[in-house]
């Protein structure tokens, strides 16, 4: 017999969030995944036992876990007297920088959910991030490698339902100094555990990416496990080269999981291989984590450096091929960590000490026992062990929808609750995954997922497109690389230079933007009618 009701789990205003189904909950919870722990409590309790241990360094600017703890309290004043209240979101667009780490947990303290953006995202991706997460408030840094984001902080000022604060980190101009929110360091009440506590976005296949809530409860299952796997303790290092806001750096394990475990993170403001290299000597980095294009740079940077304190090297975001992977193992001392994950939950690695066969050629085991893994064919029938199929899965730390989406989610997910990741793998016997294919409209540009569609929309708003399809095309540096295939109207000057101007005036990110356009009289269709991407890429990736 329970003795009080619970509390119902606190929501976000405004935004409809699928979370688990209560007879799920209750299992995550017995089996010990779901502890009611929030993400930040471990700084608290570090600052205790300790407080003069290095948590953050940039290489100049050092923070302690006591005053990590302090800073947070203090900016959890700043925040509440600008009137920021818990459940209202921000988006958080800051380069590889202390605050980045401090406002996080700040936030985490406070209930104020982050909405993470990537550094290289502009006025066309932030504004929908905006409009989408229902933010009140935008936190950037004033310029970084060359831009200037007080100018997209202005052009969200002129949309109707402006966000209420822009919070610059530098030269604020008109907007609220960041150093003006450390206030008061004083106790911040408990947040529920059942919390929503970030956002982060999906590499999307759809027009626009689509937001993925996660919690305290889970996320912190999911980094406690990543933490373990790699077995991070106190003496590990880690270097931040990737963007702090993804779902990898931020958590597998990432710099939460070093946090989580007592060790030091080291912001890399720079992700060249001379510049990683000198912070490993110079900080005895532990370990790191990179996408296969970075990781393939770092074959062929000078090696002036003393790299002995690397214990492992994680690669993920996008396929390794089995050459590179050999290559790297060959070349360095340190092993190889696979890494296969995804924002909406399920990560998978390969074994620190595991065999090479393992970790040359598959992309890692679901990291929970709590993972219910399905490979699928087209019509969701389980597909015989080694053979490739659509991967599916459910667990507990893999959402059950995105945010206010209840028409992409019927997509998504099935009726029983497993996402349905848009990846063709081969389970094999020992367990391990095989990425061997996409089926979902993306192209994944060295890690960086673009959604075709997205793309495909803005090139049509142009008067003389009449047909566009955007597909990738295999890349010796980037793995693909975007290439847009356009029927055009005659006479209407549509090179590649027009149509570049064209997406860049709309504020799509330069990275987003196609490396490479081909003109055609009419598209390949199949007998649906729909565009055959099959053709065109067999085509254009001779
Ligand atoms: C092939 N494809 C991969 C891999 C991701 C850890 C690591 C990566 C991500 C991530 C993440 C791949 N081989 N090793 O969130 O916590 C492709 C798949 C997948 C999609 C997810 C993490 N690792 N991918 O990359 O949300 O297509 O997360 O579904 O950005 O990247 O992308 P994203």
Same mark, same amino acid.
């Given at each position: 017999?329970?003795?009080?009701?619970?509390?119902? /789990?606190?929501?976000?205003?405004?935004?409809?969030?699928?979370?688990?189904?209560?007879? @799920?909950?209750?299992?995550?919870?017995?089996?010990?995944?779901?502890?009611?722990?929030?993400?930040?409590?471990?700084?608290?309790?570090?600052?205790?036992?300790?407080?003069?241990?290095?948590?953050?360094?940039?290489?100049?600017?050092?923070?302690?876990?006591?005053?990590?703890?302090?800073? %947070?309290?203090?900016?959890?004043?700043? @925040?509440?007297?600008?009137?920021?209240?818990?459940?209202?979101?921000?988006?958080?667009?800051?380069?590889?920088?202390?605050?980045?780490?401090?406002?996080?947990?700040?936030? &985490?303290?406070?209930?104020?959910?982050?909405?993470?953006?990537?550094?290289?995202?502009?006025?066309?991706?932030?504004?929908?991030?905006?409009?989408?997460?229902?933010?009140? /408030?935008?936190?950037?840094?004033?310029?970084?490698? +060359?831009?200037?984001?007080?100018?997209?902080?202005?052009?969200?000022?002129?949309?109707?339902?402006?966000?209420?604060?822009?919070?610059?980190?530098?030269?604020?101009?008109? &907007?609220?100094?960041?150093?003006?929110?450390?206030?008061?360091?004083?106790?911040?009440?408990?947040?529920?555990?059942?919390?929503?506590?970030?956002?982060?976005?999906?590499?999307?296949?759809?027009?626009?990416?689509?937001?993925?809530?996660?919690?305290?409860?889970?996320?912190?299952?999911?980094?406690?496990?990543?933490?373990?796997?790699?077995?991070?303790?106190?003496?590990?290092?880690?270097?931040?080269?990737?963007?702090?806001?993804?779902?990898?750096?931020?958590?597998?394990?990432? @710099?939460? +999981?070093?946090?989580?475990?007592?060790?030091?993170?080291?912001?890399?403001?720079?992700?060249?291989?001379?510049? %990683?290299?000198?912070?490993?000597?110079?900080?005895?980095?532990?370990?790191? /984590?990179?996408?296969?294009?970075?990781?393939?740079?770092?074959?062929?940077?000078?090696?002036?450096?003393?790299?002995?304190?690397?214990?492992?090297?994680?690669?993920?975001?996008?396929?390794?091929?089995?050459?590179?992977?050999?290559?790297?193992?060959?070349?360095?001392?340190?092993?190889?960590?696979?890494?296969?994950?995804?924002?909406?939950?399920?990560?998978?690695?390969?074994?620190?000490?595991?065999?090479?066969?393992?970790?040359?050629?598959?992309?890692?085991?679901?990291?929970?026992?709590?993972?219910?893994?399905?490979?699928?064919?087209?019509?969701?029938?389980?597909?015989?062990?080694?053979?490739?199929?659509?991967?599916?899965?459910?667990?507990?730390?893999?959402?059950?929808?995105?945010?206010?989406?209840?028409?992409?989610?019927?997509?998504?997910?099935?009726?029983?609750?497993?996402?349905?990741?848009?990846?063709?793998?081969?389970?094999?016997?020992?367990?391990?995954?095989?990425?061997?294919?996409?089926?979902?409209?993306?192209?994944?540009?060295?890690?960086?997922?673009?959604?075709?569609?997205?793309?495909? +929309?803005?090139?049509?708003?142009?008067?003389?497109?009449?047909?566009?399809?955007?597909?990738?095309?295999?890349?010796?540096?980037?793995?693909?690389?975007? %290439?847009?295939?356009?029927?055009?109207?005659?006479?209407? +000057? %549509?090179?590649?230079?027009?149509?570049?101007?064209?997406?860049?005036?709309?504020?799509?990110?330069?990275?987003?933007?196609?490396?490479? @356009?081909?003109?055609?009289?009419?598209?390949?269709?199949?007998?649906?009618?729909?565009?055959?991407?099959?053709?065109?890429?067999?085509?254009?990736?001779?």
């Amino acid at each position: 017999m329970e003795a009080h009701a619970q509390p119902a /789990a606190p929501q976000l205003p405004g935004l409809d969030a699928p979370y688990w189904p209560e007879r @799920f909950e209750r299992y995550y919870r017995q089996q010990g995944a779901w502890t009611g722990e929030t993400l930040d409590a471990c700084i608290a309790r570090h600052a205790g036992h300790t407080p003069e241990r290095i948590a953050l360094t940039d290489g100049e600017r050092s923070l302690t876990y006591a005053e990590l703890h302090s800073r %947070c309290n203090q900016l959890a004043d700043g @925040f509440t007297r600008l009137g920021l209240r818990p459940g209202d979101r921000i988006v958080v667009q800051l380069p590889n920088v202390l605050e980045f780490i401090e406002t996080t947990f700040a936030l &985490f303290r406070l209930g104020v959910v982050p909405v993470f953006a990537l550094p290289t995202d502009r006025r066309n991706e932030i504004t929908h991030i905006v409009q989408a997460s229902k933010a009140v /408030a935008y936190l950037i840094k004033d310029h970084a490698l +060359g831009f200037d984001y007080r100018e997209i902080a202005r052009e969200l000022q002129t949309l109707p339902d402006a966000i209420r604060h822009v919070i610059v980190l530098g030269e604020a101009a008109e &907007f609220t100094p960041y150093a003006s929110l450390y206030g008061r360091d004083l106790p911040v009440p408990a947040t529920d555990s059942r919390a929503p506590a970030l956002i982060t976005l999906s590499g999307g296949s759809t027009a626009m990416p689509k937001l993925i809530l996660r919690r305290h409860d889970d996320y912190l299952y999911s980094i406690r496990v990543s933490a373990s796997i790699c077995q991070l303790s106190p003496q590990s290092v880690y270097l931040c080269v990737l963007p702090a806001g993804h779902n990898f750096t931020l958590s597998s394990p990432g @710099f939460i +999981g070093t946090l989580l475990a007592g060790g030091r993170v080291v912001m890399q403001a720079d992700p060249s291989g001379s510049a %990683c290299f000198a912070s490993i000597a110079r900080e005895g980095v532990t370990f790191t /984590a990179l996408v296969p294009s970075l990781a393939q740079a770092w074959l062929h940077a000078p090696r002036q450096h003393d790299l002995s304190s690397l214990r492992f090297l994680q690669v993920g975001g996008a396929r390794l091929s089995d050459e590179v992977a050999a290559r790297l193992s060959e070349s360095f001392d340190f092993t190889l960590q696979q890494v296969y994950g995804m924002s909406e939950g399920l990560v998978c690695y390969t074994d620190l000490k595991g065999d090479l066969d393992q970790l040359l050629h598959t992309q890692g085991r679901p990291m929970s026992p709590l993972d219910e893994i399905l490979v699928v064919d087209d019509d969701d029938l389980p597909v015989a062990v080694g053979q490739p199929g659509h991967l599916l899965v459910r667990g507990p730390y893999t959402i059950r929808g995105y945010l206010d989406a209840p028409q992409q989610n019927a997509r998504a997910f099935t009726a029983d609750g497993f996402y349905r990741t848009g990846d063709v793998v081969c389970l094999r016997e020992d367990g391990y995954l095989v990425v061997t294919g996409r089926h979902k409209d993306q192209v994944n540009r060295g890690g960086e997922k673009i959604a075709a569609e997205e793309i495909e +929309g803005h090139l049509l708003a142009h008067p003389g497109v009449l047909e566009a399809a955007v597909i990738g095309i295999p890349d010796p540096h980037l793995g693909e690389r975007t %290439c847009a295939v356009l029927v055009v109207a005659p006479g209407q +000057g %549509c090179d590649t230079a027009t149509l570049k101007a064209h997406l860049q005036a709309r504020g799509v990110a330069a990275q987003r933007i196609p490396d490479q @356009f081909q003109w055609l009289p009419s598209l390949p269709k199949t007998t649906l009618g729909k565009t055959d991407k099959k053709v065109l890429r067999q085509q254009f990736a001779a």
